[in-house]
């Protein structure tokens, strides 16, 4: 489908810049030694580790593979060794099959699992980050943050969001920039929180399409008659204003009880 104008930025180099600025300013005032980020051999990890490779030297940037079964997900965890050699930054694998099978007593169901494994993921992000005086880079973009694809203390459980503003498309566009691999470019988008789990099934509408519902809504001030117009079926629009509307409780500060 047709993106609106405006979405993608005319010049990759100006984002990059500043997200590299933006990495290095924030790392440098928090006084660490440098950062931690899953490498999930996915596009957004994979552009985040390159930005902080840039910002920060390799030296200083971890990246840690966190698949439930390593050998069922080779692929990706193969992806991601690859791009951490071509970056040159340490990286370890921690499988957390153990961990979820602690949890088997709760018989819990696919999606509470799912969660689970990705709260799993963050307190090993930063079991590691306290242990090395790091921060946990997140990978979240903001087509994701929008719509609150991303588990509350989970993938969402981070200290920075570099690419935090960037819709997928941009994602996608500034990783071809950069330079990223071609087969995580174009592979199909999945937080690999079960078999055969991909982004845009899950969601039910392509990545195109919510990035173009949300700058419209977001940049462009449309509103939902506004957007159908413009060419998105109104059932779209509907869901991801809805999800957009539902999750705000995942990008807020916690709500406290005022006594005085």
Not at 26 to 34: E, K, N, P, T
Not at 106 to 111: G, H, M, N
Not at 208 to 221: A, R, V, W
Request: net charge neutral; with cysteine; proline share 4%.
């Amino acid at each position: 489908m047709k993106l609106p104008d405006g979405l993608r930025f005319d010049d990759y180099e100006k984002p990059r810049n500043l997200i590299v600025n933006f990495i290095r300013n924030y790392v440098s005032r928090a006084g660490v030694r440098g950062v931690i980020l899953g490498l999930s051999g996915g596009i957004d990890s994979s552009l985040v580790a390159t930005l902080a490779c840039e910002a920060l030297g390799s030296d200083k940037v971890r990246g840690i593979m966190l698949p439930v079964d390593a050998e069922k997900d080779a692929e990706n965890v193969s992806d991601a060794i690859e791009l951490a050699e071509l970056l040159h930054l340490k990286h370890e694998l921690f499988e957390l099959k153990p961990a979820v099978s602690a949890y088997d007593s709760l018989s819990l169901d696919r999606v509470a699992l799912g969660n689970l494994t990705a709260r799993l993921r963050m307190v090993t992000w930063y079991a590691r980050a306290n242990q090395e005086n790091l921060l946990v880079i997140g990978t979240g973009n903001k087509t994701e943050l929008m719509i609150g694809y991303f588990t509350k203390y989970g993938d969402g459980g981070t200290d920075f969001l570099p690419i935090g503003d960037l819709y997928k498309e941009n994602v996608r566009n500034l990783s071809k920039h950069l330079g990223v691999p071609e087969k995580i470019i174009n592979k199909v988008p999945s937080a690999g929180l079960w078999k055969g789990q991909t982004d845009e099934g899950e969601i039910g509408i392509t990545y195109p399409e919510l990035d173009s519902i949300l700058f419209l809504n977001l940049e462009k001030g449309m509103t939902e008659d506004q957007i159908v117009e413009w060419g998105v079926d109104r059932s779209k629009v509907q869901i991801a204003l809805k999800m957009m509307s539902i999750s705000k409780h995942k990008r807020q500060p916690l709500p406290i009880a005022r006594v005085r």
